[in-house]
Antibody, heavy 120, light 109 residues
Framework: QITLKESGPTLVKPTQTLRLTCTLSGFSVSSRGVAVGWIRQPPGKALEWLGLIYWDDDKRYSPSVQSRLTITMDTANNQVVVTLTDMDPVDTGTYFC????????????WGQGTLVTVSS | SYVLAQPPSVSVAPGETAGITCGGKNIGGKIVHWYQQKPGQAPVLVIYYDSDRPSGIPERFSGSNSGNTATLTISRVEAGDEADYYCQVWDSGLTHLVLFGGGTKLTVL
């Protein structure tokens, strides 16, 4: 069974850097063909794709956050980490990590999400 | 940039059929996936590759994709189907590799 769980701060101040960890179970982040994506959802709004990391450490970022976003993998702990710099109140929302199966184009397992509020 | 357009809301009576559309230029040439999201929960994949159902998803859920519109159809709607539904495409030719629609709130009357 594949599970993902996000962890990190629930409150960050404007201009600070957000660091969230996605802990994976049921698959290896380095399994050929898989990928882990990050998606966020402002309160009451739609899903927004932020970026993803492939099994071979290749990465793709959304142009809307590309200059501020970094995704890395920790194969020893089977985790994926996202950092978003220069946080702003508009970055407030629930952040999800999600599993993309090998060579798929969809996310078939999602973490529960973690709500991050940006406020001074 | 490419946009996936969904109606903000769709209402349907129990037992009826609901159709939720996802519009985009020549979307029929792309692969569309659909997610259901209930309040306070993570999205759940309900249709992938236009019309395939993951295991555990009722046969009442079906999908189609042609021309400029992809459609998620829910037959014999139940109260438990009330949720937000999102379409999604994955296209390396787009500015955004992964794109979600704006979401549709399905209300069961």
């Amino acid at each position: 069974q594949i599970t993902l769980k996000e962890s990190g701060p629930t409150l960050v101040k404007p201009t600070q850097t957000l660091r969230l960890t996605c802990t994976l179970s049921g698959f290896s982040v380095s399994s050929r063909g898989v990928a882990v994506g990050w998606i966020r959802q402002p309160p009451g709004k739609a899903l927004e794709w932020l970026g993803l990391i492939y099994w071979d450490d290749d990465k793709r970022y959304s142009p809307s956050v590309q200059s501020r976003l970094t995704i890395t993998m920790d194969t020893a702990n089977n985790q994926v980490v996202v950092t978003l710099t220069d946080m702003d109140p508009v970055d407030t929302g629930t952040y999800f990590c999600a599993f993309r199966p090998a060579d798929g184009t969809y996310f078939d397992s999602w973490g529960q999400g973690t709500l991050v509020t940006v406020s001074s | 940039s490419y946009v996936l357009a969904q109606p903000p809301s769709v209402s349907v009576a129990p037992g009826e059929t609901a159709g939720i559309t996802c519009g985009g230029k020549n979307i029929g040439g792309k692969i569309v996936h659909w997610y259901q999201q209930k309040p306070g929960q993570a999205p759940v994949l309900v249709i992938y590759y236009d019309s395939d159902r993951p295991s555990g998803i009722p046969e009442r859920f079906s999908g189609s994709n042609s021309g400029n519109t992809a459609t998620l159809t829910i037959s014999r709607v139940e109260a438990g189907d009330e949720a937000d539904y999102y379409c999604q495409v994955w296209d390396s030719g787009l500015t955004h590799l992964v794109l979600f629609g704006g979401g549709t709130k399905l209300t069961v009357l």
